[in-house]
């Protein structure tokens, strides 16, 4: 089974890409995953049953039991995986089976070692943009956040760090020529103003077909003037926080994400 993992720092436009490789007839994608459940889930369910194993051993002649090791780990969430990637394609014959977790961009390095042959497709999104569309999610979907961050500049700074970290990750995933020929980073800007451009590119590097003829369709479909009515949406516009960061908070993004967002061609 072709495996195809798409992911990026959240509100980065990880479900408009779930959406594009969703719609190709020769691709599935369905809605995201949250794969980090099972890395933190699975030990303590590990440690349960080596424990149930001994009771059980202790009442039939103790002759030692065979717990699971944390090696075992692997390829049990490895089977998870794949089961979510084949069970997404939703009994649809298409040729890659795609998966969306957000959580995969601190773990990228880790994943393509576990599936060599897999594709990654991270989407980078300039991070003024990423922060101000996460600062009115997270207050859309958590009561409580507000009174966990007293604004949007302090905000800003916790978002600015994790959207380094998490993408400091990927860029050297593409330095490295080891990683690189499996990975693919996909602007979101681009997707949103190029489609043909961008998604022809993206179609490309997973090895689907890429003609005009399907397309038009995809784009079609994932064009935001017909999804606009989700709240989940909300603007989906690719400099709107410019008229809601403050000087103090711009000079501060700047001084935490200005490298990478050279790297990733975003005008300072």
Known sequence: ?????????????TTFLQMILNAHPEVSCPSEHQFEYFHRTLPDLFGGYTQVLKDVDARTGGQGSSPFTDDDRVPVLQAVIRTAAKRGADGRDVVWHGVNDNAITSRCRQYMNW?????????????????????????????????????LDDWARTAADIWVRDMNG???????????????????????????????????????????????P???????????????????????????????????????????MDRYQYEK
């Open 1 to 13: 089974m072709n495996l195809a993992f798409c992911f990026g720092v959240p509100k980065s436009g």
């Open 170 to 216: 990927v860029t050297e995933l593409m330095a490295d020529s080891n990683f690189s020929d499996r990975m693919t980073v996909c602007r979101y800007e681009d997707l949103v103003t190029s489609p043909e451009t961008s998604y022809r590119e993206l179609f490309e590097f997973i090895g689907v077909t890429s003609s005009i003829e399907v397309l038009a």
């Open 115 to 151: 599936f060599p042959k897999a594709r990654f497709i991270c989407i980078v999104r300039d991070p003024r943009s990423v922060i101000v569309s996460s600062w009115h999610h997270n207050h859309r979907i958590d009561n409580g956040f507000q009174s966990m961050v007293d604004n």
């Open 218 to 260: 995809i784009i079609d479909v994932t064009d935001f003037g017909n999804m606009r009515d989700d709240a989940f949406f909300r603007k989906a516009s690719i400099d709107g926080w410019s008229d809601e960061l403050s000087s103090n908070a711009l000079g501060g993004i700047i001084g935490a994400c200005g490298e990478l």
